[in-house]
């Protein structure tokens, strides 16, 4: 059994940062790319950045030069430092990784953690 679990977020002020975490735990061979996504409501879940096992990053667009994905993989968690946070940022962020538990990943997702920027 493998489990992602998501931390960090929560209402913060325009203009104002927030670190996010995603320790996956269980039965674990290997991890391969891990991200994070966000869904607003009425809106489709969409990319917001990725991180392969060697590091190799992607960002949405929206959030580039704003926010960095790292990873530590001695402790299986990816990370999401968002800074200068926008309204437009206010969403369910979710955390996924392919996972190896036998031979192939799977992919895995964590249960979301709500992020509201507002005054």
């Known amino acids: 059994q493998v489990q992602l679990v998501e931390s960090g977020g929560g209402l913060v002020q325009p203009g104002g940062s927030l670190r996010l975490s995603c320790a996956a735990s269980g039965s674990i061979v290997s991890i391969n790319a891990m991200g994070w996504y966000r869904q607003a409501p009425g809106k489709e879940r969409e990319l917001v950045a990725s991180i392969t096992s060697d590091s190799v990053t992607r960002y949405a667009d929206s959030v580039k030069g704003r926010f960095t994905i790292s990873r530590d993989n001695a402790k299986n968690t990816v990370y999401l430092q968002m800074n200068s946070l926008k309204p437009e940022d206010t969403s369910v962020y979710y955390c996924?990784?392919?996972?190896?538990?036998?031979?192939?990943?799977?992919?895995?997702w964590g249960q979301g953690t709500q992020v509201t920027v507002s005054s």
């Open positions: 996924n990784a392919a996972i190896v538990i036998i031979i192939s990943p799977r992919l895995y």
